[in-house]
């Protein structure tokens, strides 16, 4: 066993998404978005799973800030629900929507508890998505009203405010591979939406930081550790190009101020990228405070030798449509276990190395874990405990692989477990439960599971006795 020992200073959290908890799908004057227009359509979502009730937290949050507090956790990432706040996407806002989310705010900050509230966690409110959706300009300029609204209201109560939540997930699964919703699977409309999440993280942190300027901004990317199956020049040009798709398709115009120019070329034959206008690469370039990873697992590609059987695999569910724009002669080798339920590898060095890359090329950049955890198929005990040992292993070798990239220099200030609770997971429906506390889907019962008595332990002392490989 290695010991590390985190700062005082080091944030301990936990996340949810609101689409995901909130359930209460119809009150209040919520409006449709696309995540429940899609869990309602038959054959979207495993089991017809929707998000109408999920874990009643619309109703349960004071008892869920409980929970919250119990842990003793430092910060809370939750997120706000577009249409819950502003039904139609644009023009009215919902003021029952804004005080359920500035009664949740105030509830924090009376328990010591730091408000990171993400913006955008998929949940478009239809009728945008009737009017063209992520690729469509407009959406984004209607996003920049939205954050308007929002930060008006909740301003810098809200210690972090995170722009979106994983775009290339919104992007490329909702409109290239479509198993999330929209269910769209149009690449030139993919690669439109990319551009578009990217100008409304950069209209909406500008806001930010004229209404809040106390608060910090930030924004959730899942970041992907592509590796090559051997050194190659084609197995390592399939690497540059996933890397292009995932990675700098974000970190370009947000962090460097401009997209990558082969990212450019490699989707020549799917688009022309007309829509980004003149200036947009400088706009979406908002100085971050803090820059948010979200890490499960990790991706291993090959040039394709055309006669082999190809996969697509992205660990998102099956689709006949890629989420790959324009990768056709790259293939996605099947990884070495161990998996979690959701068939992730798991893999912590590859966080260690995500973090010193993004150390290495933004090294004035502060970053913060928004996102990492498992899933694995829990069983109740005859003594009514839930001993998720994977779960715990999971997140010690995680966390630890935190600690060994801050101890190689990365500016690692913060770590959020996903998830507080067992929730919606999107197209698994419930049966893929990621929560560190269990929730009985018939009677809303929250249990602790043995890995939030360890967290609790580990946000008490900062202590993680890690374990050898
Ligand atoms: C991420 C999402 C989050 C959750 C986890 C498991 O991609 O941001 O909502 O579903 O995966």
Known sequence: MTQHHFPESFVWGSATAAYQIEGAAHEDGRGPSIWDTYSHTPGRTLNGDTGD??????????????HIADLGLDAYRFSISWPRVQPGGSGRFNQA????????????????????????????PQELEDAGGWAARETALRFQEYA?????ALGDRVHTWTTLNEPWCSAYLGYASGVHAPGRTEPAAALAAVHHLNLAHGLAGRVVRELA???????????HVVRGASDSAPDQDAVRRIDALANRAFLGPMLDGEYPADLLADTASVTDWSFVREG???LIAVPLDVLGVNYYSSTLVRAWDGVSARSDADGHGASTSTPWVAAENVDFLPQPGPYTAMGWNIDPPALTELLLRLQREYPSQPMMITENGAAFDDVVSADGRIHDDRRIDYLRRHIGAVADAR?????????????????????????????????????QVRTWKDSAHWYQRLAATGKLDSAQD
């Open 53 to 66: 009730v999920a874990a009643d937290h619309y109703h349960r949050w004071a008892d869920d800030l409980g």
């Open 407 to 443: 101890a190689q220099g990365a500016d690692v200030r913060g770590y959020f477990v996903w998830s507080l609770l067992d929730n919606f997971e999107w197209g698994y429906g419930y049966d893929r439960r990621f929560g560190i506390i269990r929730v009985d889907y018939d009677t």
């Open 148 to 152: 308007a609204g929002i930060v008006g």
């Open 280 to 282: 947009d690469e400088k």
């Open 213 to 223: 300027p106390s608060a910090e901004l930030s924004v959730t990317l899942n970041l």
């Open 97 to 124: 929507g804004i005080d359920f989310y500035s009664r949740l705010v105030d509830g924090l900050l009376e328990r010591g508890v730091r408000p990171v509230a993400t913006m955008y966690h998929w949940d478009l």
